[in-house]
């Protein structure tokens, strides 16, 4: 199945520092969805955008996507040390509508 | 919202015996549940997909035999892993879909978590 790959894989910035994640994916999707996951934990939904929008916002959280690129980026602004964790992008495509596949994930850390 | 709880959030076992991590939906019904297992800074690895009164569907290379999926009801499933092996110590998680709310996609609700270690 197909998977995202992600990068940078790690990351590490200083707090109030803007951090920028990207995705690229292989072939069409539906839609594409950002999630979080602290260590040893599960993931928590972070955001999703469609197939036909380009841009998306939510609080610090900016997502853009570019499907001629196949690549996605997240932006979170003004970070914070509680920002710190691994995200991960995940897609549903057209042709398996009721899974999602997870991307390689990007560890962040946000220093304080 | 939507909350996924799963157990045991750790679980220590010798070789050749066999694991049951559950997985219920709270405050909302999930005929579908899907189990990923995930090792060290990596990603999710869907193992399955359970449906709650049918038989699951698992994804190539899992095997079913081993990695036992019953989704007796709408808010539990469960996996067991059968005559574990250190080489199946992994980070074990469940998620169910939730139908998000003016946005008609599947978004995903998730545990917390297994860490499974076999000895």
């Known amino acids: 199945s197909q998977q995202g790959e992600e990068d940078p894989q790690a990351l590490s910035i200083q707090e109030g520092e803007n951090a920028t994640m990207n995705c690229s994916y292989k072939?069409?999707?539906?839609?594409l969805q950002w999630y979080r996951q602290n260590s040893g934990r599960g993931l928590v939904h972070l955001i999703l955008?469609?197939?036909?929008?380009r841009e998306k916002h939510s609080g610090r959280l900016r997502v853009t996507l570019d499907t001629s690129k196949k690549s996605s980026s997240l932006l979170i602004t003004a970070s914070r040390a509680a920002d710190t964790a691994s995200y991960f992008c995940?897609?549903?495509?057209?042709?398996?509508?009721?899974?999602?596949?997870f991307g390689s994930g990007t560890q962040l850390t946000v220093l304080p | 919202g939507a909350v996924v709880s799963q157990h045991p959030s750790w679980v220590i076992c010798k070789s050749g015996t066999s694991v049951k991590i559950e997985c219920r939906s709270l405050?909302?019904?999930?005929?579908?549940m899907f189990w990923y297992r995930q090792f060290p800074k990596q990603s999710l690895m869907l193992m399955a997909t359970?449906?709650?009164?049918?038989?699951?569907?698992?994804e190539q290379g899992v095997e079913k035999d081993k990695f036992l999926i019953n989704h007796a009801s709408l808010t539990l499933s469960t996996l067991t892993v059968t005559s574990a092996h250190p080489e199946d110590s992994s980070f074990y998680i469940c998620?169910?879909?939730?139908?998000?709310?003016?946005?008609?996609?599947?978004?995903?609700?998730f545990g917390a978590g297994s860490r499974l270690t076999v000895l």
């Open positions: 359970s449906n709650e009164g049918s038989k699951a569907t698992y």
């Open positions: 998620s169910a879909r939730v139908r998000a709310q003016g946005l008609g996609a599947n978004v995903l609700t």
């Open positions: 405050d909302f019904q999930a005929t579908t």
């Open positions: 995940a897609m549903t495509t057209s042709g398996s509508a009721r899974q999602l596949t």
């Open positions: 955008i469609r197939s036909n929008e």
């Open positions: 072939t069409s999707i539906n839609n």
